[in-house]
């Protein structure tokens, strides 16, 4: 929040510290500060297309509702067809495709998404076909990618977020923002609450007296700081989805969980399959309810895997297995069990990609990711209006760290280290920015030196 470009703040406050803060932070504060401005500096133009395909992402489900209505949608009816004939269609609508999957229509006027692996399709896409449930009719066939089902022009922006679609090489953009956004957002907090100023109100509003980089500065941090608790969310779920962190149990093809096996009298032939319908009413019996997705066996013997998709809160994720011969239950995962790390991590996923409170959860990444944007934008101002050339002071001096006690800098480093472990690509910058520091550090002392020989 608070730019280190901020220089002329020491004719403000100067290098020290006012009376009465901890010795420890006066001697910290000159590094958070040189840290804050070179990330800013440097990784702002990263956190910046962040922001920017974030904001078109939050808005991503409206335009994939208006582009595909056709698709999407269907005249409600007085009846509906059974859910086998609505695959049937599909297949005779597609015959060279395999059926992996389908998603029941959830409401009136939606449509049936029946899912099936083609040859020739990217990794990780299928393709869906829209069936109206009322009459059969096929609606339209688009690509759908990932387990979320993104259709082709939400599926593009995903990607411009992620990678700028550029594969794995544009995934190190979204590890370098989000690994250094909360860097950036908690340096921008203390330097701004630690900031000496007479009025306490100015620590939550704008000062619209001020004139210049100090007005500059003043809106910088009052709305980083409004900021500062969506910026770490964002930091930490943008995280977990770059670099795959997940502890989601899972359900085992054989069943697992609390599953109930049936006796292998009761067992028909592989080739078997009681049918669609009669696995749909199994799982209704075990109390799941749509949205759902039912998923084919993967090879002969499998069971069926019926599986809530309802990410929106109150949260539906409970999945059953089916025997694909007798239609029973074989195996049950409710979401009510999975350990509360996995709940958080699963919550939080959902709420980076704006999927848990609907269109309130995309209002509030939408605002986030402007307040990110207008942060950026006034960073750079600052440093614009007070840049070396116009004359604003003097950086504030490097080392001032060295005075620290080390039970503070040994949890501070060890802190460091475990960051830099779990997030290399920021580890491997922080220690680039160490060494350009102490080398710029270097390089002023002995011109220091020089002139004072000079003279």
């Given at each position: 929040m608070t730019s280190t470009?901020?220089?002329?703040?020491?004719?403000?406050?100067?290098?020290?510290?006012?009376?009465?803060?901890?010795?420890?932070?006066?001697?910290?504060?000159?590094?958070?500060?040189?840290?804050?401005?070179?990330?800013?500096?440097?990784v702002a133009p990263f956190l910046l297309v962040a922001a920017g395909s974030g904001l078109l992402y939050a808005a991503s489900f409206q335009i994939e509702q208006v582009v595909y209505r056709h698709e999407l949608t269907a005249p409600a009816g007085p009846t509906t067809l059974?859910?086998?004939?609505?695959?049937?269609?599909?297949?005779?609508?597609?015959?060279?495709?395999?059926?992996?999957?389908?998603?029941?229509?959830?409401?009136?006027?939606?449509?049936?998404?029946?899912?099936?692996?083609?040859?020739?399709?990217?990794?990780?896409?299928?393709?869906a076909v829209f069936v109206d449930p009322h009459t059969g009719r096929v609606r339209g066939r688009l690509e759908s990618y990932g387990d979320?089902?993104?259709?082709?022009?939400?599926?593009?922006?995903?990607n411009l977020h992620r990678d700028l679609h550029l594969g794995e090489p544009g995934g190190i953009y979204s590890e370098l923002a989000a690994g250094w956004l909360w860097v950036v957002a908690l340096g921008g907090l203390a330097l701004w609450v630690t900031r000496r100023r007479r009025e306490k109100r100015r620590l939550l509003l704008p000062d619209r007296a001020a004139r210049g980089a100090r007005r500059t500065l003043s809106w910088h941090g009052s709305v980083g700081l409004w900021a500062v608790p969506?910026?770490?969310?964002?930091?930490?779920?943008?995280?977990?989805?770059?670099?795959?962190?997940?502890?989601?149990?899972?359900?085992?093809?054989?069943?697992?969980?609390?599953?109930?096996?049936?006796?292998?009298?009761?067992?028909?032939?592989?080739?078997?399959?009681?049918?669609?319908?009669?696995i749909a009413r199994a799982a209704a019996d075990k109390g799941l309810s749509g949205p759902l997705e039912i998923v084919w066996p993967g090879a002969p013997g499998d069971p069926y895997l019926v599986k809530e998709i309802?990410?929106?809160?109150?949260?539906?994720?409970?999945?059953?297995?089916?025997?694909?011969?007798?239609?029973?239950?074989?195996?049950?995962?409710?979401?009510?069990?999975?350990?509360?790390?996995?709940?958080?991590?699963?919550?939080?996923?959902?709420?980076?990609?704006?999927?848990?409170?609907?269109?309130?959860?995309?209002?509030?990444l939408a605002a986030l990711a402007i307040a990110l944007i207008t942060l950026i934008v006034l960073g750079y101002?600052?440093?614009?209006?007070?840049?070396?050339?116009?004359?604003?002071?003097e950086p504030y001096p490097r080392g001032?760290?060295?005075?620290?006690?080390?039970?503070v800098l040994a949890p501070l480093g060890l802190l460091t280290v475990a960051a830099g472990i779990f997030v290399p690509l920021m580890g491997v910058s922080l220690v680039l920015f160490l060494v350009v520091d102490a080398l710029l550090g270097l390089r002023s002392r002995r011109a220091a030196r020089r002139a004072a020989g000079r003279s």
């Open positions: 470009a901020d220089r002329g703040s020491a004719a403000e406050q100067g290098p020290g510290t006012p009376t009465g803060r901890p010795a420890v932070w006066a001697a910290l504060r000159p590094l958070v500060l040189r840290l804050h401005f070179y990330a800013g500096v440097l059974p859910l086998s004939r609505q695959v049937e269609a599909a297949r005779a609508a597609q015959p060279q495709g395999t059926i992996t999957a389908v998603r029941p229509a959830a409401e009136p006027g939606h449509t049936t998404r029946v899912l099936m692996d083609r040859p020739g399709l990217p990794e990780s896409t299928r393709l979320v089902g993104a259709l082709p022009v939400r599926a593009w922006i995903s969506g910026l770490l969310f964002l930091s930490v779920t943008g995280l977990s989805v770059t670099l795959g962190w997940t502890t989601a149990p899972s359900i085992s093809p054989q069943g697992g969980g609390h599953a109930t096996y049936t006796g292998a009298g009761e067992h028909r032939a592989a080739t078997a399959d009681v049918g669609v319908d009669r309802d990410k929106t809160a109150p949260t539906r994720l409970d999945q059953v297995t089916v025997d694909a011969a007798t239609g029973q239950v074989t195996g049950e995962l409710r979401f009510a069990d999975y350990p509360l790390a996995a709940k958080l991590l699963r919550w939080g996923v959902d709420g980076h990609m704006g999927l848990l409170f609907g269109p309130a959860n995309q209002i509030l101002r600052m440093w614009w209006l007070r840049r070396p050339t116009r004359g604003f002071g001032g760290w060295r005075q620290v006690h080390w039970t």
